[in-house]
């Protein structure tokens, strides 16, 4: 079974000139057994990262790291939608390219899919198993205080809405995706919710999200306001 499948990973970058060989070394060092393609979508980095990314071209070839550029930043839901119609696989991937999400987590990813046949299969930080490491006790308060917010007024039934390290069948990503319409944060945990409102058979895997080695963290204030925003649109609309 697993042999015929193909599994896109789309990684969206912005100045991850210092992760983006480290990624894709850990993507090719744990999927050995697997076929599998890199679409980096970069959003115009001025740091470089394209032409770092040319560089592993060389090294792996083409045909398994596709780069995918974009003129300038445009949000990470149009980042996945420019990925996906670039994606030859029947099965697809989104994780960060920071480090945050480790690719030795893909295997377990790949075998709860094959085990369960899932639609979705998303890394949770919130069950046994999983957790944070590098963020201060207001950022792990924040993160899991909004997560509590939207289980209760969304019951999604996961326990991890904003995580945003996913394996999704391609197909149920292009549905999902074609009626989001949130930007940024908020995004991931639209996808999630309405998966599970369109009847999504979703799985979790366990992971540990570490923060984001090189390069400054993206959640502030502004997210946060944007997430409620998101949260009470999401309450009204699905």
């Not at 890199?38 to 060389?58: M, R, Y």
């Not at 974009?70 to 980042?79: E, F, N, P, Y």
């Not at 030795?104 to 046994?128: C, D, H, M, W």
């Amino acid at each position: 079974m697993e042999d015929k499948n193909k599994y896109s990973i789309i990684v969206p970058t912005y100045n991850e000139r210092l992760n983006i060989s480290l990624i894709v070394y850990l993507i090719f060092k744990h999927l050995r057994d697997v076929d599998f393609e890199i679409i980096i979508v970069d959003d115009g980095s001025p740091d470089g990262t394209q032409e770092i990314v040319k560089q592993l071209q060389q090294l792996y070839g083409e045909d398994r790291i596709l780069l995918r550029p974009r003129a300038k930043k445009l949000g990470l839901g149009t980042a996945y939608i420019h990925g996906l119609k670039h994606a030859s696989g029947n099965f697809v991937v989104i994780m960060d390219a920071d480090l945050s999400h480790h690719p030795k987590y893909l295997p377990s990813f790949i075998k709860k899919q094959l085990e369960t046949g899932a639609s979705i299969v998303t890394g949770t930080r919130y069950v046994n198993g999983g957790g944070v490491h590098g963020w201060n006790l207001m950022r792990k308060l924040t993160s899991r205080g909004a997560n509590v917010l939207a289980q209760t007024l969304l019951w999604p039934g996961v326990s991890d809405l904003t995580g945003s390290f996913r394996l999704y069948k391609k197909s149920v990503l292009e549905d999902v995706i074609s009626s989001c319409v949130s930007k940024g944060y908020v995004f991931q945990m639209e996808m999630i919710v309405r998966a599970s409102r369109k009847g999504y058979h979703i799985e979790e895997v366990p992971i540990t999200f570490v923060d984001r080695v090189f390069g400054s963290s993206k959640l502030g204030g502004s997210e946060i306001v944007e997430y409620l925003k998101g949260l009470v649109y999401l309450l009204v609309t699905t």
